[in-house]
């Protein structure tokens, strides 16, 4: 990781008009930036459901291929898709948690919520180490929200789910491998991959956003260099201020990945 690297990466956050939480490993190294500060989690949550439901598969306890009803799922407003199907659609879980996460699906997230259930999700919160990520109610639970119940996280508990992801040791290799293609077909791609040429690195990012909010986290890769990428956004008076400072923080990285190979 380049001195240089470091330098625009403080000029990006000074600028940034928001409250902002960073952390960046590349090459072994971190850059953080108030890493540990807590943020309204908004879709980010939705990473250590998919981690859960993986773990899940690969004890054994959750199959991928089991098929669901929708009629047995509460629809909910929102982001998602789900609440335009006509109750006769049949999905599996694996769709569910690509839903989750592609088109970031509330009704499939609360699901899977159940499905996996609470218990299990905060044990794999805890084996990930996630010091400040707490799910306490489920998606457009606006009844919680009054009563003052929210999601949280960090940067650096994100960046640890993605290192789950990307690295041995959490999950098998056929999980990891799949939770990857998931997060390569995501629909919301105006944050960290946005100035990406995603022909030339694998760019797979889970998003989250609420008014005043504006987050990201990314596994980025080129050739042998993997980078794994968390940006937290609040108390931002303007979304789109956000949205461009996460996609400069993403340009910084992929120009850095590929830096190597442009001198070589």
């Not at 928001?18 to 500060?37: P, T």
């Not at 996996?116 to 010091?131: E, V």
């Not at 960046?159 to 799949?178: N, P, Y």
Request: charged share 25%.
């Amino acid at each position: 990781m380049t001195v240089n690297l470091k330098l625009k990466l403080q000029e990006v956050i000074d600028r940034c008009p928001g409250k902002i939480g960073l952390a960046i490993v590349l090459d072994g190294e971190i850059i953080e930036w108030n890493s540990n500060g807590i943020f309204s989690s908004a879709s980010l949550i939705k990473l250590p459901i998919l981690l859960t439901a993986f773990r899940l598969k690969d004890r054994g306890i959750l199959a991928l291929n089991e098929k669901v009803n929708l009629r047995d799922i509460e629809k909910t407003g929102g982001a998602g898709v789900l609440q335009s199907f006509s109750d006769d659609a049949v999905l599996t879980v694996s769709d569910l948690l690509s839903l989750m996460i592609i088109v970031s699906d509330n009704a499939a997230t609360n699901y899977m919520i159940y499905k996996a259930s609470r218990p299990a999700i905060h044990a794999c919160m805890k084996d990930l180490n996630l010091t400040s990520t707490e799910l306490n109610r489920d998606m457009m639970d606006l009844e919680a929200i009054k009563n003052g119940l929210n999601n949280w996280t960090t940067a650096d508990d994100m960046l640890k789910c993605l290192k789950a992801i990307g690295e041995d040791g959490f999950l098998t290799e056929v999980s990891r491998k799949q939770i990857e293609d998931i997060l390569q077909k995501q629909q919301f791609t105006d944050k960290l991959p946005y100035h990406m040429d995603t022909d030339k690195v694998y760019a797979g990012n889970k998003t989250g956003e609420l008014p005043g909010i504006e987050h990201d986290c990314a596994i980025i890769r080129f050739g042998d260099r993997t980078a794994y990428a968390a940006v937290l956004i609040d108390q931002l008076q303007n979304k789109e201020a956000g949205r461009r400072t996460i996609s400069e923080i993403g340009k910084l990285i992929y120009d850095e990945l590929l830096m190597d190979n442009q001198f070589s």
